[in-house]
């Protein structure tokens, strides 16, 4: 996981302390898997990066009551997802339009690109969450549903569902 | 799958990790860290802000009612060949581009020739106009209180109390302030553009927008008070305070947002479909929202009921009391008065009564909550 590991809490703990350069360091390691999260769920880039930014934004809000001895990732993850999953619900139809001109574009450039795209644009956002999470960000289903708050039959049913739709899409 | 998920692109990817950057590290070093003996207490005020906003969400809102229906026809058949009297209380301010124009509640018109767009002062004695390079501040009877020459000056606003007032206004080299005498005139943001609006009461604190973000800001002091997300990169169509100046209202075309008092978001609203916003307010009053979604429905964001229905809509203007909604009609050159009980007042020939050559007339406002 990006960040992970004694870095991550030097940086969390020096952030804490008003360090910018630690907080920087913090951004940069873990924007780029935010944002491709909440990417792959809303299916809209200005979305995404909306999304992605105001997850970073609650972050620095509540640095302060962060546990610095628990890993930042999840805790971001968790907060990025959640925030995906909603836009993603309120969005409603308009992604689909969005997502169709999006695959086209990835249509001319990557094959895999666009099958996946398409395949994972046809499932709820609540099942491309945990898609996202398992096999992007490698959570396993006990720690999704920690994540999400969700049993863990309830994550299981949905990855199984979510993967064996994707395979009949691919 | 994990090498699949990663092999696809993020469209301006590298753009929007800058602009994230930037906005971050803005939030990060004007954030004010909590000193660990207060975080109990701090979540605790947490918690009561959150069920008070729940309580404002439930609360059955009084006022406009539910007027459910398709019009077919452009227009409302039965309208008043003229503006002859408001239906609330308040002035309204126009522009056309024949002008600024004062309404008085009596429906009479005072023309101030000359000025592109114009704004009320905080209660209403006064208003701000602009014309080419030129500020001036009027009585609502055209007389001319003082002037200031800018380069391309326009967005003038005006805020404060009635002891102690500021004008906000954009330029050539960006947005500045001046008291509302006239004195003091100075650059607040050099480069930015807006729009911006003033909160209202004793401080000067005016919101605007950037690039990239909303900010707050100190027009005294000088300081960035916060900033936020502003969303995606498109221009924003409406920016406004609710009168207790605890909410902050930012529309573009693909989202609503409404920040509480700290740039938190406390609201954010998607169209459907592929679908815009057109224009949105504050009922006066409260901290509802009504919206204009695709020029063609006005409804209340806290129900989600439509209020009115028509095509070609541009924008809505709520009265001060609250009761009534003006609502814009290019298409049908009409205004409509959407009244309690669904009620409708339509007024005709609104270009020609304005004396528009070019383009509908513009509601600027209408005044004034406080007396």
């Known amino acids: ?170 | 799958m994990k090498d699949a998920l990663q092999s696809i692109e993020v469209p301006g990817a590298e753009a929007a990790r800058e602009r994230a950057a930037t906005i971050v590290l803005a939030a990060f070093e004007t954030r004010e860290p909590i000193p660990r003996g207060r975080r109990g207490r701090v979540l605790a005020v947490g918690g009561a802000l959150a069920a008070a906003a729940l309580a404002i969400a439930a609360a059955s809102p009084p006022g406009m009612a539910v007027v459910d229906r398709v019009r077919e026809v452009v227009g409302i058949e039965r309208s008043a060949p003229a503006l002859f009297a408001l239906p609330a209380a308040g002035r309204l301010l126009v522009a056309s581009d024949g002008g600024a124009w004062v309404v008085q509640a009596d429906g009479t018109k005072r023309l101030l020739a000359g000025y592109r767009d114009a704004s009320w002062s905080p209660f209403g004695r006064f208003l701000v106009a602009t014309r080419r390079n030129e500020l001036a501040t009027l009585e609502p009877d055209g007389t001319l209180h003082w002037t200031l020459a800018r380069p391309g000056v326009r967005l003038a606003r005006w805020g404060g109390t009635q002891a102690d007032t500021r004008i906000a206004y954009v330029d050539h080299t960006g947005i500045r302030v001046v008291a509302g005498d006239g004195t003091g005139d100075r650059l607040l943001a050099p480069a930015e553009t807006g729009p911006l609006a003033w909160r209202p009461g004793a401080r000067h604190l005016l919101a605007y927008v950037s690039a990239s973000e909303v900010r707050v800001q100190d027009a005294d002091a000088g300081r960035v008070l916060w900033r936020a997300s502003r969303g995606p990169n498109e221009p924003v169509r409406a920016l406004e305070w609710s009168d207790d100046g605890r909410r902050l209202l930012v529309l573009a075309s693909h989202v609503l947002r409404v920040y509480d008092g700290k740039g938190h978001t406390v609201l954010r609203d998607v169209p459907n479909g592929t679908g815009r916003f057109t224009d949105a307010a504050f009922v006066p009053g409260t901290q509802r929202v009504v919206a204009l979604r695709n020029g063609s429905d006005v409804f209340r964001l806290d129900t989600g009921r439509t209020v009115f229905r028509g095509s070609g809509l541009a924008g809505v203007t709520p009265s001060p009391d609250g009761a009534w909604l003006l609502v814009t009609w290019p298409r049908a050159d009409q205004w409509v008065f959407v009244g309690p009980h669904g009620t409708l007042r339509a007024v005709a020939g609104v270009t020609e009564q304005f004396r528009s050559r070019s383009g509908f007339p513009r509601v600027e406002g209408w005044c004034c909550v406080r007396p």
Not at chain 1, 89 to 102: I, K
Not at chain 1, 104 to 115: G, L
């Open chain 1, 1 to 170: 996981m990006a960040g992970a590991g004694r870095d991550e809490r030097a940086w969390v703990r020096g952030a804490q302390r008003g360090s910018a350069p630690d907080l920087e360091a913090l951004f940069h390691a873990h924007w780029p898997a935010a944002h491709r999260a909440a990417y792959l769920v809303v299916h809209d880039a200005a979305l995404a990066e909306d999304v992605a930014q105001e997850a970073f934004l609650a972050a620095v809000r509540h640095l302060d009551r962060f546990d610095r001895r628990r890993p930042f990732g999840p805790w971001l993850h968790r907060i990025v997802v959640n925030r995906a999953i909603d836009a993603a619900r309120a969005r409603g139809v308009r992604h689909e339009s969005e997502l169709t001109e999006q695959a086209a574009a990835a249509e001319q450039r990557e094959p895999v690109d666009r099958s996946v795209l398409r395949s994972l644009a046809g499932l709820p956002p609540e099942q491309r969450a945990v898609i996202v999470l398992r096999h992007l960000l490698g959570y396993t289903p006990g720690e999704i549903a920690h994540l999400l708050d969700l049993p863990r039959g309830t994550v299981n049913s949905r990855l199984r569902r979510g993967l064996d739709a994707m395979r009949g899409a691919l």
